[in-house]
């Protein structure tokens, strides 16, 4: 496999969209494990809910 020598040239525009994407791709994952964890403790967020509420 051949290496080249030369800089390829990425506009301000590419940067910003593979800037956004691993933004993205990271509140993505982010949501996915708190909506998890929410799951797993509903019922120990239910009953602090209820405590104030009630």
Known sequence: MA??????????RE???KG??????GFI???IAAA???FKD???IWDWLQTYFY
């Open 36 to 38: 998890v964890w929410l």
């Open 15 to 17: 940067k910003l969209q």
């Open 29 to 31: 994952f982010f949501a």
């Open 20 to 25: 956004l994407r691993a933004w993205k791709i």
């Open 42 to 44: 509903r019922y120990v």
């Open 3 to 12: 290496y080249s020598n030369r800089h390829r040239y990425t506009s301000r």
